[in-house]
């Protein structure tokens, strides 16, 4: 696979000027929406979720980052890895491949947050990835788009956004920072602030998602395989980063943060990479994949909150559906017991080994006690 389209006449980046007039219009205007909106939407959320955020518990995920290594290996291993395949596989051309593997290598997003905190994930524990994996973009960036291009035939260097990567922390560092000193100082008052900052945080999120592709409908083209790999590309994270943390035994709860940490990447980096490196030329043909990439990571993310909140109201009135009788005894002890099911006590986690088979038959428990209400 070679990517150098500066010369050659066959090159789709270089097809017609019709198509070139719209690149510079939709660059525009898709950089201040995305740089302005963005920047508030992620300082308010980030504040938010920061209240969520227990002083103790991400001092102990700093102290043994067994989670935060699961996922960095996730985030620069599984992910630069399905981009690669999936450029080789679907025989991308050069132009568009560059763009899926540069999505591949970006750190995660702070979309992940605010679908953690609706899963009721390990908001300590995602917060923590986020922040660590944008720290170690500023090396693995770098090093996974060397060894996955060094054999392709490059016309531009690739520049790595380190002033973006700079911004990306600091407004995620200080939001959280005083989220966190909320939380520790008035308990109270930071739920209500979380529960407000997570609805407010998914409206902003949808609000620059139609933004964008209404903005940039005049870069959307035909190209049917782009968008089947822009679909299933944050599908493919989801479901490998769960299974990889599955398999190093993490919690149920740990689980579903890594596996929603892993599928949602950060669409901002990549769109900052790509305008730094390449031309108007070619960001025409490069441009729709973060975009559609952003779209479909959304629906993805709607979809998985969806079927865990569904999942979750049905475990709590199931007994309830099956003896009346007992519901008004049974309800508090449901609730407890639900709870204790769909979230583990990481902090015990935390001090003992890695959660393994009997510890997930441990946690199945409350379920039996459950039933015995018949």
């Keep these: 696979m070679r990517a150098n389209c500066s010369s050659s006449s066959a090159c789709p980046a270089n097809s017609s000027e019709e198509e070139l007039t719209v690149g510079p219009e939709t660059h525009g205007s898709l950089e201040l929406v995305f740089t302005v909106v963005s920047a508030v939407m992620m300082g308010l959320l980030m504040f938010s979720l920061g209240c969520s955020v227990d002083i103790r518990k991400l001092w102990l995920h700093i102290r043994r980052p067994w989670g935060i290594a699961v996922g960095l290996l996730c985030q620069f291993g599984l992910m630069p890895l399905t981009a690669y395949l999936l450029a080789i596989s679907f025989s991308l051309k050069p132009v ?38 944008t720290v170690a973009a500023l090396g693995m960036m770098p090093l996974c788009l060397y060894l996955y291009t060094w054999s392709w035939d490059l016309a531009q260097n690739l520049t790595i956004p380190y002033q973006n990567i700079g911004i990306t922390l600091v407004c995620l560092t200080i939001p959280v920072t005083f989220g966190i000193y909320v939380n520790y100082r008035w308990p109270k008052q930071s739920k209500i602030i979380l529960k407000v900052g997570a609805v407010v945080g998914g409206v902003l999120l949808l609000v620059v998602t139609v933004a964008g592709v209404v903005l940039a409908k005049g870069s959307w083209n035909s190209d049917t395989t782009l968008l089947t790999i822009s679909f299933i590309f944050p599908l493919i994270g989801h479901v490998t980063g769960f299974l990889l943390a599955l398999l190093t035994h993490q919690s149920w709860q740990r689980c579903r943060t890594i596996s929603l940490e892993t599928g949602a990447q950060n669409i901002q980096m990549c769109i900052t990479m790509l305008q730094l490196s390449f031309t108007a030329e070619h960001l025409v043909q490069m441009f729709n994949f973060p975009l559609a990439y952003g779209l479909f990571q959304l629906v993805d993310g709607v979809l998985i909150v969806a079927a865990y909140q569904i999942y979750k109201r049905r475990l709590k009135n199931r007994p309830r559906k099956r003896n009346p009788d007992c519901a008004e005894v049974c309800h508090d002890k449901n609730s407890r017991e639900t709870s204790a099911f769909l979230e583990v006590n990481e902090e015990a986690a935390g001090i003992s080994a890695p959660s393994g088979p009997a510890d997930h038959h441990r946690a199945l428990e409350p379920i039996s006690h459950i039933v015995s209400c018949e």
């Design 96 to 133: 568009h491949a560059i763009a899926v593997l540069i999505m591949g290598c970006c750190p995660g997003g702070t979309i992940s947050n605010i679908f953690t905190f609706w899963v009721d994930g390990d908001m300590d524990l995602s917060i923590s990835m986020t922040a660590c994996s």
